[in-house]
């Protein structure tokens, strides 16, 4: 859970873990300084994303022609844009990797 194995190993979790997302919420902002950044901000904009195409479908289904947006599932919308932006990313890196490899060698 974003990185916090070691807190839920802990002996005054591991008696109790969370198991209701209520929960597992307030145990993530309680350990927030030991989590994984990089996988707190992909959750929290997650979330974010997942809250805001929900608000903003039950606008647009009561709108004329926006009733086909009710068979759009808010998840496949997160999951392409993640798949997206990380693919992105990686080829970012990969080519950086490339052009300081080319780059730094011999001189």
């Known amino acids: 859970m974003l990185g916090l194995q070691h807190a ?3 002996s005054d979790t591991r008696a109790d873990p969370p198991t209701t997302p209520i929960s597992k919420l307030l145990f993530v902002i309680k350990h927030l300084e030991h989590s994984n950044k990089v996988t707190t901000i992909l959750s929290a904009v997650t979330l974010a994303v997942l809250i805001g195409c929900r608000i903003l479908k039950q606008h647009a289904v009561k709108r ?8 759009v599932p808010e998840i496949l919308l ?3 844009g ?3 932006k990380l693919f992105t990313c990686y080829e970012v890196r990969l080519a950086h ?4 490899q080319v780059y730094s060698g011999g001189i």
């Open 78 to 80: 997160v999951v392409a």
């Open 97 to 100: 990797a490339q052009t300081s």
């Open 8 to 10: 839920l190993a802990h």
């Open 64 to 71: 004329p022609g926006g009733r086909w947006l009710r068979y």
């Open 82 to 84: 993640t798949t997206c």
